[in-house]
């Protein structure tokens, strides 16, 4: 790599919210579990479950490099 070839990265909106909904997934368990003491609840893990999962698989395809072009 040549000057700032590799130091420059473009903001991506869509990964940034894949982000934001992965951390408010974690978030979101961890704070319903604190306040109303329900560690174990299967309502909140089927929310939780879904954000967490989304964010993730969003975050790792956006990471992915189209055919052919650079990140």
Same mark, same amino acid.
């Given at each position: 790599? =040549?000057?700032?070839?590799? &130091? =420059?990265?473009?903001?991506?909106?869509?990964?940034?919210?894949?982000?934001?909904?992965?951390?408010?997934?974690?978030?979101?368990?961890?704070?319903?579990?604190?306040? /109303?003491? &329900?560690?174990?609840? !299967?309502?909140? /893990?089927? !929310?939780?479950?879904?954000?967490?999962?989304?964010?993730?698989?969003?975050?790792?395809?956006?990471? !992915? &490099?189209?055919?052919?072009?650079?990140?």
């Amino acid at each position: 790599m =040549t000057g700032s070839e590799g &130091a =420059t990265r473009r903001f991506n909106p869509a990964r940034a919210f894949y982000v934001l909904l992965l951390a408010s997934g974690v978030a979101l368990y961890f704070l319903w579990a604190i306040v /109303y003491d &329900a560690w174990l609840d !299967i309502g909140l /893990y089927s !929310i939780v479950v879904l954000m967490v999962s989304f964010g993730l698989v969003g975050y790792l395809l956006y990471g !992915i &490099a189209p055919e052919g072009g650079k990140r």
